[in-house]
């Protein structure tokens, strides 16, 4: 039986920057066989390739005209990867182990540990990554996000093995759209959104998100099933209509056109100060 396991693992920070680092741990191969490993990257503006160490002696840059990276180890072992500062996105696509005539995938086990400073773009990175075997898939804790990720759009979605708390965003992340969605082993109080969030769609879809939910920043405009079925949420900052469901997260003319679904299938306590166009169970006054 092949047991590929991999740990995502970055490197202490330096003086002047981080670089995001990657650990494939306790990779077994069969003797004549490979195991190739797949990756989707993009390159930051102003540069034609990411620098890789692929931890076997193999380092080399790969041009931004080939969207999929992939590599092959030919030997069991632990193998560190590491992507250089020129490396925007990231994002886990497969992982197949070839031998004795026979190709098969499967989704090893993730441990993330830290994000690089300069990845701008988080999305989608370990989406679905869920193992279709006892052990695999991504598992632990949500690590702190990098400095200068913009999007963390759907970057965990999917992920039920994740344990523990919701680490406070980056300073520069806009989209938090799906970032946790159906991350039932994630739970905790929410922390406060990023001062410049403009949407949250799906973001805590789900999850055991606990305690009261943070004020929606002035540049929030969208967050349709934010918090649908968090159902150990107990209130908000406010009880003011006006703060929870402000005109700018409304549809045309003030009337709610694609917010009926907030806060649905929350707790009763948060439904309670919502209005019933907002999933919540407050009856809007006539105006």
Same mark, same amino acid.
């Given at each position: ?30 003797? +004549? ?21 692929? +931890? ?85 804790? &949500? ?17 039920? *093995? ?27 109080? &929410? ?21 009261? &939910? ?43 056109? *694609? ?20 999933? +919540? ?7």
């Amino acid at each position: 039986m092949i047991a590929a396991m991999m740990q995502v693992f970055a490197c202490e920070p330096l003086k002047e920057e981080t670089i995001f680092d990657i650990e494939f741990d306790e990779i077994e191969i069969p003797e +004549g066989g490979q195991c190739q490993v797949q990756f989707y990257i993009t390159p930051r503006a102003g540069f034609d390739a990411v620098g890789v160490d692929w +931890g076997d002696g193999t380092k080399q840059d790969w041009p931004k005209s080939q969207y999929t990276m992939w590599h092959n180890w030919t030997a069991t072992g632990k193998y560190r990867v590491k992507f250089d500062k020129r490396l925007k996105w990231f994002r886990f696509t497969e992982c197949w182990t070839s031998a004795n005539g026979r190709t098969y995938g499967s989704r090893p086990l993730l441990r993330p540990i830290q994000w690089g400073d300069f990845v701008e773009s988080a999305q989608g990175t370990y989406c679905g990554w869920t193992g279709t075997r006892e052990g695999r898939g991504i598992r632990g804790g &949500i690590i702190p996000w990098g400095k200068s990720i913009t999007t963390t759009f759907c970057c965990y979605e999917r992920n039920p *093995n994740l344990t523990g708390p919701f680490p406070k965003w980056g300073p520069s992340v806009k989209v938090c759209d799906g970032t946790y969605q159906y991350c039932s082993g994630l739970g905790g109080r &929410i922390p406060p959104w990023p001062k410049d969030a403009e949407s949250c769609d799906q973001c805590y879809m789900n999850t055991g998100a606990a305690g009261e &939910i943070p004020a929606w920043p002035e540049t929030m405009t969208s967050a349709r099933m934010c918090y649908q079925d968090c159902k150990s949420l107990t209130g908000a900052w406010t009880d003011d209509p006006e703060l929870l469901m402000p005109d700018r997260m409304n549809g045309q003319e003030g009337m709610v056109t *694609n917010h009926d679904d907030v806060v649905k299938d929350a707790s009763d306590e948060l439904r309670a100060l919502f209005y019933e166009d907002w999933g +919540g169970t407050r009856v809007r006054p006539e105006q």
